[in-house]
């Protein structure tokens, strides 16, 4: 079981892109959000895609374990925020943006009543097979129907890797979120540039993106 926290204490974040991650940027009209929209950023880290979602006038809403991550975030952006807590949650906010500290399961239904979207980079793929169902689960039951989501994944053969991140296939994705429209929009090969499993010497490493629609009832 990965430690999180233990990898924020650490500041061992090898996750972490400093630059807005080039699939959202190439397919963020699938989220079809217009400013004032608010899109739900679920196991957010510090990303710099949620400055990138506040840039376009579009409110965020993120969710992470770590209040280190929430912190630097506010910090490294510059932005002025305020603490305050609210039952389970410490929620660190700013113009535009809320980052709920806690767990993502104790999240509920009326905190994302305003959300139209949700952005998932690292999240699911972040989590082991038995979690990745709950995780789907959750989001299926905290998301309101009509949600657009961008969701990006790597697959990979997992027995030459562990993860995080771990593989997750398309018949995975269609089968976790069931009740979502699901159309993939791009898959390459990226074994030979990503210097992240450069040492696992994978047969290949697949990239993925994926517009889901969540649809009503
Ligand atoms: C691989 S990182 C990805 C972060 C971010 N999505 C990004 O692209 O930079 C996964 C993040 O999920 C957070 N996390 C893991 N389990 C969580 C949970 N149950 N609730 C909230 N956050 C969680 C971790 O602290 C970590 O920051």
Not at 139 to 147: N, R
Request: glycine content about 4%; proline content about 4%.
């Amino acid at each position: 079981m990965t430690d999180w926290l233990a990898h924020w204490k650490e500041g061992d974040i090898f996750w972490h892109e400093n630059q807005p991650n080039p699939m959202l940027v190439k397919f963020v009209d699938c989220l079809k959000l217009s400013a004032g929209d608010c899109v739900f950023v679920p196991l957010c880290g510090k990303s710099i895609d949620m400055l990138y979602f506040l840039e376009k006038g579009v409110k965020v809403l993120g969710v992470e374990l770590s209040e280190l991550a929430a912190e630097q975030f506010f910090v490294e952006s510059k932005l002025a925020f305020t603490v305050k807590k609210s039952n389970k949650f410490t929620i660190f906010s700013a113009k535009n943006i809320d980052i709920y500290c806690g767990d993502y399961f104790d999240l509920e239904t009326q905190a994302l009543s305003q959300v139209s979207a949700v952005y998932d980079r690292g999240s699911l793929i972040a989590l082991p097979a038995d979690l990745r169902v709950q995780y789907a689960q959750h989001l299926d039951t905290i998301i309101p129907s009509g949600c657009q989501m961008l969701l990006l994944t790597v697959n990979y053969p997992q027995a030459q890797m562990d993860g995080p991140p771990f593989a997750v296939n398309q018949a995975e994705v269609v089968q976790l979120l069931k009740h979502f429209e699901c159309q993939q929009l791009h898959c390459f090969n990226d074994v030979k540039n990503d210097s992240l499993f450069k040492d696992a010497n994978l047969d290949f490493l697949e990239k993925a993106a994926y517009c889901l629609h969540k649809t009503n009832g």
